[in-house]
């Protein structure tokens, strides 16, 4: 496809693209590519923690590290993106290509998610871990080169279709782009958790991450698909040669040439930069100061996206611990993450309309700065949401035992009560049927029992395993033997409850249920957990030819271990009869606490981000503007590997604390920020570009022009603030 360019400067035509309301219709190809890009980000990165906490069975850390270093990855290429585009092969070719890495990368993710491929003893799990995880890996790499090599080529590419004529129109489609990434990535964090949840499989049925994978993949060969079909319509640059490649050789010359000309014989010069003025533009140089300036306000910014992005990894992992019952719908952890683009959606356009105005109203001076600054604040507010909400979902989890120490639960499956003494405790009176409401934390793995039904009397020594829980099921006669069964560890994962029956009859039962088989249970003991969603679940209980029925209701994350009573009569209702011991309490904190974080970091995203974005577009020279777009991404990329370096350094053992300290470091970077941006200039790029051209087409020989540029340039760096914050409005 030949690039169509009007020979006359300044002017050219679009392609084949058609004008519909004044908008080249090339746009709308690139528009529905975005949307189907952030769908196939969004949903594949919701649920990528579920994934490898689930899947490949990584702890918190591992998977929360892991996620940082994608997102990392993901916007560190955007630099490659816009070098390949701008010096070799052009926005459109960039596009294609990349998105065709993309797709390659999201299909070899949906295929590492099919546990069936190595689950060669069909038990349900994966035998081969590591071809899950080598394949994950690479199909991240891809998509991290993808997803970040077109990032600022396509809303470049969608702003190049626009003609001089079209400015209007050109804003209006930035603003309509960003509403196409917030509503991709809405309707895929809805999807994607819904799909996860689901079973598949063909030998065995497990969650289904493969299809939470595989939508997102499709719906990146369908971006890529529609992106071509607009191609007869498109205008394309040619490759401009490589901007930045130029700024950093400017940039090495000025050093190189200042250190020569270390000694006190020169003359200084006003500008670091100005040591380039030997071998280039005077042009080249100021933008190049004009960038530099940008990029020294970038520093502490990164700290902002360092607390943003861990909606995804340290939020979702919270989410796991609560409760997602809405009455009329049950939230996953992962759509939780939805409250973010769906505050985004209504949050623009209540700011732009009508917070913005009224402050203007106000009297107040709410320059671009100002607001990136009440951003950050922000984002330090909705970490200390989730700390307090983190401190309510610590007072519900159990304690489980350290390395050290035993816990023990008392069970009596007699029919007479027992007085049970363990080492120098209390005595324990269990009725018949009774289980102990706590544990017995020991801190021996040997201990000394005294039991009393009637007149037995039984003393025995028994020993344990450090660092488990355990219950000691107590027999119809104290002499024969006490089995010891193990307890769970940890809370049951994604939100199920782990359920178990203890047969404390004489005769075999088979409990079933319609989610759960536990079998046949022999008398005096067991079956294994099953693990079963939140809901009512009745459970059918046969002996022989006789049976009855015991319903519950199931919250999120509980254990329970049931006991069928020695002496309970089948054929009479069972629902009074058995007993419940609640090993794990239920999730009791709701997800709707969660919704005060997700609003402040939200709205802290519109003040900052849609801000920085605008503010990186405007303060940067017109050549550059690609330059500083990958700057900006190049904090998100900084800000996600110092989670990595921060909750490794501080390593604290409260999840609270890490957020407390995250929401302080942020406060901390933010006081440093308000300062530097009370000493920053506004400039206006345009015109200072126009003066240094002035000077080239008059092609004067005393060059006084040019001074007069650069003092121009001189003045306006020393304005005082107060003038450019009235300016920049
Ligand atoms: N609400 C998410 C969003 O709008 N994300 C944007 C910008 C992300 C960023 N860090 O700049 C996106 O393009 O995905």
Redesign the pocket.
Known sequence: MADKEDPKKGKRSKGTSKEVCGYPLSIFFIVVNEFCE?FSYYGMRAVLVLYFKYFLRWDDDLATSIYHTFVALCYLTPILGAIVADSWLGKFKTIIYLSIVYAIGQVAMAVSAIHDITDTDRDGTPDNMTFHVVLSMVGLLLIALGTGGIKPCVAAFGGDQFGDHQEKQRRTFFSVF?LC??GG?LLSTIITPILRAQNCGIYSKQKCYSLAFGVPAALMMVALVVFILGSGMYYKAKPQGNIMLDVCKCIGFAIKNRYRHRGNQYPKRKHWMDWAEEKYEKLLIAQIKMVLKVLFLYIPLPMF?TLFDQKGSRWTLQATTMNGDFGLLVIQPDQMQTV??IL?LTLVPVMDSLIYPLIKKCGLNFTPLKRMTVGMILAALAFVCAAVVQLQIDKTLPVFPSASQVQLKLLNMGNKTVTVQLQDNEPAILAPAQVSDEYFVFDTDQITVLATAGSTTVHRGISFTKGKRQKLLLPLDLNKEWVQIDDLNSKPEEGNNAIRFVNGKNAEVNVSSAVANFGIIQPFHYSNYSLIKNGKVTFNLQSGSESCEYSRDFGFGSSFTFLIPNNLTFGQNCQEEITSAEDIKPNSVHMALQIPQYFFITAG?VMF?VTG?EFSYSQAPSNMKAVLQAGW?FT?AIGNFIVLIVAELAKLPKQWAEYVLFASLLVAVCIIFSIMAYFYTYIDPAEIEAQFKKVDDDDEDDKSKQQKAEIEMVKRDSVSSSEDDEKSK
């Open positions: 952030r960003y990434i917030n990535s996206w973010n683009p985004i995203e981000s974005l991404l998100v």
